[in-house]
């Protein structure tokens, strides 16, 4: 797995994860509200798709959510249908977006 950078800009930040052969990193972004983290935009440069990049992102956030106490909003398509998928990270996911 690749080094993933941390931006946490307190009221906004993001996951952030160079690729191989492309300028742009692959990112995770959010917003917080409360003790919710708002995950509201992943992006993965178009040659380094399907590679589980996303993923791994998201997996870093939960884990990052665990260490940290903050709970998660899957307000992006992906991460919501990531949440989907697994239903053990339900202690970390936020009762709502409000």
Known sequence: MAKIAI????THGAYRMEVEGSAEPAELTWRARGKARIANH???PPAARGKGIARELVEFMIADARDKGFTIVPQCSYV???FRRHPEWADVRADSAS
């Open 80 to 82: 919501a249908a990531q």
């Open 7 to 10: 931006d946490d800009e307190t």
């Open 42 to 44: 992943t992006f993965t």
